[in-house]
């Protein structure tokens, strides 16, 4: 199917965006790497009257550490994040570029954006289950200046988010880095949407877990956090009986079909065996 007509705009700044979006009214939309919103344009899913491509601004195309804060690009495409070697990413962020591969195809990674996942606001997404996990926050420009959103108010129902119509996500701030971390998830096929999917982060402190964040993806219209994991687990030593205990809470919390609580049983062990691992095996 061929999409609606509408009108195109290119924009030369992030300003520019902004300025654009706010004359064009609340049917235009921004586009960059188009992976979410072209298809839905195609099955007439989406109408909007105009789009404002933003891939020149390459100045918002960058990861980099400040602090404890790992600050990413809106416009950094998903697979310079899962190439990444760059020690500020893999110092307490590793599990971002090993998630990164669960995204679509390879060429889905190639074009799509951190920022227009983010934008989105798919629940099951896998950068917006990371942002939930790290506790990030999006930066936004406007018109009107800059603002930091939460991503505890991010998520406005079903691909729904807290940015103005005429908001621009110049960048995500993911905090609170953690040296174990992992997602998995489960698709019929590879490359296709998650039908569930769990991603954690902790860290060890002589051979206890702290600070153990959950949350799960595939079960609501936004990321779920499970608030509960984190007290089950603090101080305990990592083991296959801790790890069945906090995917049961993860299932308790979850409301959803039995399907689904079988697919979160089996993908939060998972995800916490495969972050143990992959850091010895870092280490290693």
Same mark, same amino acid.
């Given at each position: 199917?061929?999409?609606?007509?509408?009108?195109?705009?290119?924009?030369?700044s992030?300003?520019?965006?902004?300025?654009? *979006?706010?004359?064009?009214?609340?049917?235009a939309?921004?586009?960059?790497?188009?992976?979410?919103?072209?298809?839905?344009?195609?099955?007439?899913?989406?109408?909007?009257?105009?789009?404002?491509?933003?891939?020149?601004?390459?100045?918002?195309?960058?990861?980099?550490?400040e602090?404890?804060?790992?600050?990413v690009?809106?416009?950094?495409?998903?697979?310079?994040?899962?190439?990444?070697?760059?020690?500020?990413?893999?110092?307490?962020?590793?599990?971002?570029?090993?998630?990164?591969?669960?995204?679509?195809?390879?060429?889905?990674r190639?074009?799509?954006?951190?920022?227009?996942?983010?934008?989105?606001?798919?629940?099951?997404?896998e950068w917006?289950?990371?942002?939930?996990?790290f506790?990030?926050?999006?930066?936004?420009?406007?018109?009107r200046?800059?603002?930091?959103?939460s991503?505890?108010?991010?998520f406005?129902?079903?691909?729904?988010?807290?940015?103005?119509?005429?908001?621009?996500?110049?960048?995500?701030?993911?905090?609170?880095?953690?040296?174990?971390?992992?997602?998995?998830?489960?698709?019929?096929?590879?490359?296709?949407?998650?039908?569930?999917?769990?991603?954690?982060?902790?860290?060890?402190?002589?051979?206890?877990?702290?600070?153990?964040? *959950?949350?799960?993806?595939?079960?609501?219209?936004?990321?779920?956090?499970?608030?509960?994991?984190?007290? *089950?687990?603090d101080?305990?030593?990592p083991?296959?009986?801790?790890?069945?205990?906090?995917?049961?809470v993860?299932?308790?919390?979850?409301?959803?079909?039995?399907?689904?609580r079988h697919?979160?049983?089996?993908?939060v062990?998972?995800? *916490?065996?495969?972050?143990l691992?992959?850091?010895?095996?870092?280490?290693?």
């Amino acid at each position: 199917m061929k999409p609606p007509p509408f009108e195109f705009h290119r924009a030369h700044s992030a300003l520019e965006a902004s300025r654009l *979006l706010a004359e064009l009214g609340e049917n235009a939309k921004l586009i960059a790497g188009g992976q979410s919103l072209v298809p839905m344009m195609n099955f007439r899913l989406a109408h909007p009257a105009a789009l404002v491509d933003i891939n020149a601004l390459s100045d918002l195309d960058y990861i980099r550490r400040e602090g404890d804060v790992l600050a990413v690009g809106a416009l950094t495409r998903h697979r310079t994040v899962e190439t990444s070697r760059d020690a500020a990413v893999h110092d307490g962020f590793g599990v971002l570029p090993r998630a990164a591969r669960w995204i679509g195809h390879r060429p889905i990674r190639t074009r799509g954006t951190v920022g227009g996942s983010l934008a989105h606001a798919d629940g099951a997404a896998e950068w917006c289950m990371l942002a939930r996990l790290f506790d990030a926050q999006i930066r936004l420009l406007s018109t009107r200046g800059e603002r930091l959103a939460s991503i505890d108010t991010w998520f406005q129902g079903f691909l729904g988010n807290d940015a103005e119509p005429d908001e621009v996500v110049t960048e995500v701030r993911f905090r609170r880095p953690r040296a174990f971390g992992a997602l998995s998830e489960f698709a019929q096929r590879a490359g296709d949407f998650a039908a569930a999917a769990a991603a954690v982060a902790f860290d060890l402190e002589q051979g206890r877990v702290t600070r153990l964040g *959950l949350v799960l993806g595939g079960v609501s219209t936004e990321p779920l956090l499970v608030e509960e994991a984190a007290e *089950l687990a603090d101080g305990e030593s990592p083991s296959d009986s801790l790890f069945r205990r906090v995917a049961e809470v993860a299932v308790a919390a979850a409301d959803t079909d039995t399907y689904r609580r079988h697919l979160i049983s089996t993908l939060v062990q998972r995800a *916490l065996r495969e972050a143990l691992a992959a850091e010895e095996t870092s280490r290693g």
